[in-house]
């Protein structure tokens, strides 16, 4: 079973490396962890997602016994919590068509249990988009990426045969001048249909493949 950590610890050397040998005592397997610093730099967070914790008792117990730990809870996996995910990229008002159309099918399949996502991206500008497509690969949970906009080619095409090669992870394209719709699995006129399509493609309570629709236009 894997379950997600969340811990508020001292800024200090050598508190991760603690943090995790204990977890690694307990026969814990780190699958995802994630850091950041708050409160002008005094106090460190950290989320952990981890597998093989028999004893999450023990757990708690020696986690909160060190002493730069300042609060410490066990609780689901955002894995578990907010399932895959829907990433939306390109220009302003057709990423908001396909996220309503995303976010309305999404509806449908969490009410039956999933856990699907839709994060939104509204830019615009070869290198912004670029660097937004290669940051993709870094993201967790990522089910699918949808790119909306009138126009990309160039650098973005090159980013997206990169997160696929990389990845694997699907790319639906909406009907547009440039290079990008030739190497998207996908192209799709319609922003809402392309939102729908989306969450059905990730969707496991949906019968969408889209391996049967590659290089289609839609």
């Known amino acids: 079973m894997e379950i997600g950590i969340s811990i508020e610890a001292d800024n200090k050397i050598g508190v991760l490396h603690k943090l995790t040998g204990i977890v690694s005592e307990l026969g814990g397997n780190i699958t995802y962890t994630q850091q950041f610093i708050k409160d002008d730099g005094k106090i460190g967070f950290i989320y952990m997602e981890v597998e093989g914790i028999k004893d999450t008792e023990e757990l708690k117990k020696r986690i909160e016994s060190c002493e730069f730990v300042k609060n410490f809870e066990i609780h689901s996996s955002l894995k578990k919590i907010y399932g895959k995910r829907v990433i939306i990229i390109g220009?302003?008002?057709?990423?908001?068509?396909?996220?309503?159309?995303?976010?309305?099918?999404?509806?449908?399949?969490?009410?039956?249990?999933?856990?699907?996502?839709?994060?939104?991206?509204?830019?615009?500008?070869?290198?912004?988009?670029?660097?937004?497509?290669?940051?993709?690969?870094?993201?967790?949970?990522?089910?699918?990426?949808?790119?909306?906009?009138?126009?990309?080619?160039?650098?973005?095409?090159?980013?997206?045969?990169?997160?696929?090669?990389?990845?694997?992870?699907?790319?639906?394209?909406?009907?547009?001048?440039?290079?990008?719709?030739?190497?998207?699995?996908?192209?799709?006129?319609?922003?809402?249909?392309?939102?729908?399509?989306?969450?059905?493609?990730?969707?496991?309570?949906?019968?969408?493949?889209?391996?049967?629709v590659k290089g289609r236009v839609l």
């Open 91 to 212: 220009g302003g008002a057709q990423v908001a068509e396909v996220a309503r159309g995303a976010i309305s099918e999404a509806d449908r399949h969490n009410i039956r249990g999933e856990r699907i996502s839709v994060d939104t991206l509204p830019i615009v500008g070869e290198d912004n988009l670029y660097e937004a497509v290669k940051a993709v690969a870094t993201l967790p949970r990522v089910g699918i990426l949808v790119l909306a906009g009138s126009l990309m080619g160039g650098k973005i095409t090159e980013a997206v045969k990169e997160l696929k090669e990389k990845t694997g992870i699907p790319v639906i394209s909406l009907k547009m001048f440039g290079s990008v719709p030739k190497v998207a699995d996908l192209v799709v006129g319609d922003p809402l249909q392309a939102g729908v399509l989306a969450v059905m493609a990730i969707a496991e309570t949906a019968k969408f493949d889209i391996n049967k």
